[in-house]
């Protein structure tokens, strides 16, 4: 069965500063997306970035980029030029070409300070 | 494009009564999830349709859940018998279909069961 582990329960940065969320994954399963979403207090989840399995560039949106190692099983958030509306839980999830339904990370809570 | 809509954003009951929770997706997305989030924790798939068919259902989904699609429109979720341990934020997403399958995530209800 897949399995997805975020390591890091509540982590914080610096307005201005980079932090990176960690993530990790087991598949047995060559085809498959990843993705990170961020969840800021009592609002909706949004989908910050997501990851072809087959593609070997690492995906970015603006100040958000993946550092994905395949082989590894691994899957980073990096946050560049933090702001205080990053602050919120980030989930990481796994989906599968077969199935479409996401497994996620327990989440990281990240606050930005001012 | 408005967006997934859940109705009601909060519900509270007593343990036994019945519960049902609607769910509008993106216009024109054939996929629709069911997934539970409890407090600290990532959420959890429960079932999802493709149009009209329900086409897998956690493990999570006992017989006191039943969720619908009718016309492969908006979709109902229905708690029977509620109990204590069903507190939670049922969430819902929609999804386009195809290969790159990017699900969309609702506001959630939030499930108090006194």
């Known amino acids: 069965a897949q399995t997805v582990t975020q390591s890091q329960p509540e982590m914080s940065v610096q307005e201005a500063e980079t932090v990176t969320l960690s993530c990790t994954y087991d598949t047995s399963e060559n085809n498959y997306y990843l993705f990170w979403y961020k969840q800021p207090p009592s609002r909706q989840m949004i989908l910050v970035i997501r990851q072809e399995a087959y593609k070997q560039q690492n995906a970015t949106e603006n100040r958000f980029s993946v550092n994905f190692q395949k082989a590894a099983k691994s899957f980073s958030l990096k946050i560049s030029d933090s702001q205080l509306g990053d602050t919120a839980m980030y989930f990481c999830a796994f989906s599968d070409s077969g199935t479409y339904k996401y497994i996620f990370g327990t989440g990281t809570r990240l606050k930005v300070l001012a | 494009d408005t967006g997934v809509s859940q109705d009601p954003r909060h519900k509270i009951t007593k343990r036994g009564q019945n519960v049902t929770f609607r769910c509008d997706p993106i216009?024109?997305?054939?996929?629709l999830y069911w997934y539970r989030q409890t407090l600290g924790q990532g959420p959890e798939f429960l079932t999802y349709?493709?149009?009209?068919?329900?086409?897998?259902k956690s493990r999570l989904l006992s017989d006191r859940f039943s969720a619908e699609r009718p016309k492969g429109s908006f979709s109902t979720l229905e708690i029977q018998r509620t109990e204590q341990g069903d507190s939670a934020m049922y969430l819902c997403a929609s999804s386009l279909g195809g290969t790159t399958d990017t699900q969309y995530f609702g506001p959630g209800t939030r499930l108090t069961v006194l």
């Open positions: 216009s024109e997305h054939n996929r």
């Open positions: 349709f493709q149009n009209e068919a329900q086409l897998e």
